[in-house]
């Protein structure tokens, strides 16, 4: 996959997850603009770049103002010239039970998952349309989010709503971007993290990997869809590329040995009454009709081996 001249930002490439996708995207020959709440980190990352032979400069900053978002856009313009691909993986965690969480708790995750997506991407897109009525070259977004966002998951209100709503907003933006030759996709990675370290069925083969690289089981790879990041890195390289380019409005799961197309909301049963429905009349019919396949909710929890 040669995305050679290309020019992308990844949004909290400090560690983890975003740490793969901008070495990734620079092992394929992009430039890449470093970002990350944590200066030294981004600082770090692009060394690592720098020295493995690719392109990486550094611009740190906290997601979520516009401020931010519009200097991480200026700084790929002034030092490569354009942006063609954006990456919005920054995020954070404040975990509490609904009737625990505190407003700033929730406000501060959906400040850095959400505001940050959305002003980054806003800024992004602006400068992608100017390209695209000088030269037709359009561009690539790239938004992270979750099974949480997808499904719920106990303890992560804030998490699940800000995830949710990027998936929301992605939708949207692929139509609103189309004409500007503009993909816009949302994955959802499932992979040995900081975040993903503290679940217990996880904890100690993720441990084991880290310190001692033991590799992951086959049943964690294959059967819970779960890897590494690096595991993850191949598809944001490939919907960076030109092969991508009629991929849009998406929302793809990667995660260890897994590939996956999650579906969009659709109605999945329907029933009429002529003259409308009546309380009573729903309750009559709820188990016979519409309420014959409820929905199920949350994250599945892993099948661990015995």
């Not at 499904?151 to 500007?180: D, F, L, P």
């Not at 690096?230 to 092969?243: M, T």
Request: net charge negative.
């Amino acid at each position: 996959m040669d995305l050679t001249a290309r020019v992308a930002v990844v949004t909290g490439a400090g560690r983890g997850l975003g740490l793969a996708y901008a070495s990734a995207l620079a092992a394929a020959g992009a430039n890449v603009v470093v970002n990350d709440a944590d200066s030294d980190a981004a600082a770090g990352v692009v060394s690592r770049i720098v020295g493995a032979g690719g392109k990486a400069v550094a611009e740190p900053g906290a997601v979520g103002p516009t401020e931010v978002a519009e200097r991480l856009v200026e700084r790929a313009v002034e030092e490569y010239g354009r942006i063609d691909v954006l990456v919005t993986n920054a995020g954070v965690l404040r975990d509490r039970m609904l009737w625990k969480m505190s407003d700033e708790e929730f406000d501060t995750v959906l400040d850095v998952h959400l505001r940050g997506t959305f002003t980054c991407v806003r800024a992004a897109v602006r400068r992608m349309r100017k390209q695209g009525w000088e030269n037709g070259a359009g561009g690539r977004i790239v938004v992270v989010g979750s099974p949480a966002g997808q499904r719920g998951n106990i303890g992560q209100t804030n998490y699940s709503a800000a995830k949710a709503g990027i998936v929301g907003m992605v939708r949207t933006w692929s139509m609103e971007c189309a004409r500007a030759g503009i993909t816009v996709n949302a994955i959802v990675p499932v992979a040995a993290t900081a975040m993903t370290a503290t679940m217990p069925a996880f904890a100690p083969f993720i441990e084991a990997w880290q310190n001692d690289g033991v590799p992951l089981p086959a049943w964690l790879r294959a059967g819970e869809g779960f890897g590494t990041p690096e595991d993850a890195a191949g598809l944001v390289v490939f919907l960076a590329s030109a092969e991508a380019e009629t991929v849009t409005g998406q929302v793809i799961g990667i995660g260890g040995d897994k590939l996956s197309l999650w579906t969009h909301p659709e109605e999945v049963t329907v029933s009429y009454r002529h003259g409308g429905w009546t309380a009573d009349a729903i309750a009559e019919t709820w188990a016979s009709t519409v309420g014959r396949n409820p929905q199920q909710v949350g994250i599945p929890a892993p099948a661990v081996p015995s």
